[in-house]
């Protein structure tokens, strides 16, 4: 058993808020009691102690849009690489990079980003896959990683034509495969979903081909309108737009999650809303990538399930946390903006999207919940509660400022150590990889 203790507590239960010196008991993968330091302790004498000596004691954070495949950009410049616009980007760089990648490139790209994750206090990820070098057992080379790093992860293989017939059909079959795996894992630690890139790469026979061959009690997980080539797509071959062709071809539903969705109109949103289909913001990367600025504030006013994702910017979600609260403020010239819309999604939505395909709550820190904790080393200047918490995490707080990560009950990382993974000796594996896949794009 482990108490992780005297530090202020913060549990996103509404019930029980706030403990101004809380601890929480784990047994196994869950929590069994939040209380004060004091009484948790004298519970549970002869157990292992984490203090949190004063910080921040929070449920660890999800992530519900990652790009593991990304992680090897770093620093690269790719030959010729001179993008005019948003497909530019994707043929020139993103999928470049891609078609390249091997399934130890991938592998260790999943293990730089899980270790960035548990550094950041993410245990709970959903990633959308690309590697079409290789695509057979990339989904299972990434589970392994995550596996041995003890981080919780929903995966999928985008499906796209953009390589051909033959790489759409593997893509699919790589998905359909790794959904069974998932389903029959009994940790609640894997989830799988029918990944797609983007409606303008698939064509109906790939979309008839993945509905075929998607088992039953999972979604798919799509970008959506990420640039307005997309949509000017969809009008031109379809005669319509990108969320009712989604809705014709059986795509929307409770369990399928929509990246992006920028250049979507008030039809578009009431059909997500009346299917409760999810959708996730990537505030940095819609910036970065000068795609435009999506409705999201009108997305959660109409109570659309809306969650915040990285796209694999970065891994901390603070910053994402962050960006969207400027991004919204700026684009809709509205100081009051986003205030209270960013961190419900992050806080309620990135977990009510989790417990859609994991079974232990997420996101919260109760009796019952899964034991995904983290300790963040914060000493506030001024008065800290349940009222104003969010405030100092936008303000104050970053991902490096996590100093412990529980995730399912193991300790990840303690005292910023990271405990799961010789770091030096992957960071070592990543940079020969690294290099290699770097050769293959430049020669």
Sequence with gaps: ??????????????????????????????????????EVREAYKDCEYIDAKGGVIMPAFINTHEHIYSAFARGLSINGYNPQGFLDILDGQWWTIDRKLTLAQTKYSAMDTMIACIRNGVTTIFDHHASFGQIDGSLFAIADAAKELGVRACLCYEVS??????????????NAAFIRHAMQDDTDMLAG???MHAQFTISDATMELAAANKPDGVGYHIHVAEGIEDLHDCLKKYGKRIVDRLMDCGILGSKTLLGHCIYI???EMELIRQT????????ESNM???????????LVKRGIVTGLGTDGYTHDMTESYKVANVLHKHHLCDANAAWGEVPKMLFEHNAQIANRYFKAPLGVLKEG?????IVVDYDPP???????????????MTGRDVVTTVGNGKVLMKDREVLVADVKEVMVRCREESAKLWKSING
């Excluded at 996103?12 to 929590?31: L, M, Q």
């Excluded at 970065?288 to 009108?298: D, L, Q, S, V």
């Design 161 to 174: 034509d953009r390589d051909g017939m033959d790489k759409a059909r593997e893509a699919v079959m790589e």
């Design 382 to 396: 001024t008065r800290l509660d349940e009222t104003n918490i969010n405030g100092h995490i936008l303000f104050g």
């Design 193 to 195: 979903m029918m990944g």
């Design 1 to 38: 058993m482990l108490v992780i203790g005297n530090g202020t507590l913060f549990t996103r239960d509404s019930s029980n808020p706030y403990i101004e010196n809380g601890a929480v008991a784990v047994d196994g993968t869950r929590i069994v009691q939040v209380g004060t330091t004091q």
């Design 288 to 298: 970065g990538n000068a795609c435009g600025c999506p409705p999201t504030m009108e």
């Design 369 to 373: 919940a899964a034991a995904d904790v």
């Design 265 to 267: 109109n008030p039809h």
């Design 276 to 283: 409760d289909t999810m959708v996730v913001h990537n505030p």
